[in-house]
């Protein structure tokens, strides 16, 4: 018995279908959301007024109540949380790659890469609190690293997190205090 070949235009369009198969298939198995086609949706944020009030001026992070959602900082914002982080224990997290920590960073930020967040939670979470306020940054308002890393925190149950979405760009460009190397340094 002979087997009835496709012709070349059969073949493309039952290679197109099938690749059609594959790719909706997959995207129906996948745990994370991508979108069919462009870029993914970046997580909303909760933003707070820039005018402050005198109770949460003596306190910045006081108007940080806790919430599923991250709130979205200023680089005023950040520098004043920056400021007073030691005394109201405040830790920035640098979401970017180890490299581009070691090239610099804010002054005093852990680095806790999203790319390797499972490398590295072992070494970085232990020393976040629950109920403290997280700040993180990556570079710029165009790096999505900062607002994955806080949807992942939030996974975990950290509830007071802000995103400085100016990231390591803006602040290095206002002078505020930087430090290169592996390590937080002040």
């Given amino acids: 018995m002979q087997r009835k070949r496709l012709s070349l235009g059969g073949e ?10 594959l790719g909706v298939g997959g995207k129906v ?8 086609w462009g870029s993914p949706s970046r997580p909303k944020l909760i933003d707070l007024p820039e005018a402050v009030a005198e109770p949460a001026a003596a306190n910045p992070d006081s108007m940080f109540a806790p919430s599923e959602i991250a709130y979205r900082i200023t680089l005023a914002r950040a520098a004043g949380l920056y400021f007073q982080r030691q005394k109201l224990e405040i830790c920035f997290l640098d979401a970017r790659s180890p490299e ?13 890469p999203r790319e390797h967040l499972e490398e590295y939670r072992d070494k970085v979470v232990p020393h976040l609190e629950h109920d403290k306020l997280i700040v993180i940054y990556c570079d710029n308002e165009e790096c999505p690293e900062a607002t994955e890393l806080a949807e992942a925190l939030l996974a975990e149950g950290f509830r007071r997190i802000a995103v400085f979405e100016g990231g390591w760009d803006e602040w290095a460009e206002s002078g505020y205090p930087t430090a290169t190397g592996p390590e937080p340094g002040d």
Wanted: net charge neutral; charged share 15%; no cysteine.
């Fill in 100 to 112: 581009l920590y070691s090239e610099g960073h804010v002054a005093g930020a852990l680095n806790l």
């Fill in 12 to 21: 493309i369009v039952f290679i197109s279908l099938l690749a059609i198969l």
């Fill in 29 to 36: 198995v996948r745990k994370d959301t991508l979108p069919f």
